[in-house]
């Protein structure tokens, strides 16, 4: 049986979903707090682990919609550079793209590591450095971007699946 994307979730006029959401935009920007920076181009965050979680409760664009807010709000509370749209388009894109591959599907790891590895080229590896282009006009930021990835895809699938079965055994997903 193929599965179909769902792009149909959860509704904002639910008070749970509203709620639920609010509290993940909040969970984002704390734990954007704590990120990595390497460099004025590169840094390493773990929130979008609030992302995958709105993802897999709510549906991909619920899940974009939290990732865009709090991506402006993160920027407004500790702004690192310049504001450029492109990287909320980034967080959206991202958000939606968690949901696709995760709202109300069986949760595993190949599903999990497609799911990081298709986020990771559009995201990571194809627009990013567009942006970055774009705003310091230099074409050599994709090979750290791919080291990056590298680096951090066995992270983030474990750290997503772990996250999943959190949510599977709290009963969170509907």
């Known amino acids: 049986m193929k599965e179909k994307f769902n792009l149909k979730g959860a509704s904002l006029k639910d008070v749970r979903t509203l709620t639920g959401s609010a509290l993940l935009i909040a969970i984002a920007v704390i734990v954007d707090f704590f990120r990595i920076v390497l460099s004025n ?7 979008f682990l609030a992302i995958v979680m709105a993802a897999m409760m709510y549906g991909p664009l619920i899940a974009g919609l939290i990732a865009g807010v ?3 709000i993160q920027y407004i509370i500790r702004p690192t550079g310049p504001f450029f749209p492109g990287f909320t388009l980034n967080a959206i894109l991202s958000g939606i793209i968690y949901g696709l591959f995760l709202y109300k599907k069986e949760l595993s790891i190949k599903r ?8 990771g080229i559009v995201i990571t590896l194809l627009l990013t450095p567009i ?3 774009i705003m310091y006009g230099a ?5 750290p971007r791919v080291i990056k990835f590298i680096a951090m895809f066995p992270i983030k699938v474990t750290l997503i699946y772990a996250c999943g079965k959190l949510i599977e055994k709290q009963k969170l997903v509907r």
């Open 131 to 133: 942006w970055l282009s």
């Open 41 to 47: 181009i590169m840094e390493i965050s773990f929130g």
């Open 139 to 143: 074409k050599i930021f994709a090979i």
């Open 112 to 119: 999990i590591s497609l799911c990081v590895l298709f986020e």
């Open 70 to 72: 709090s991506d402006i």
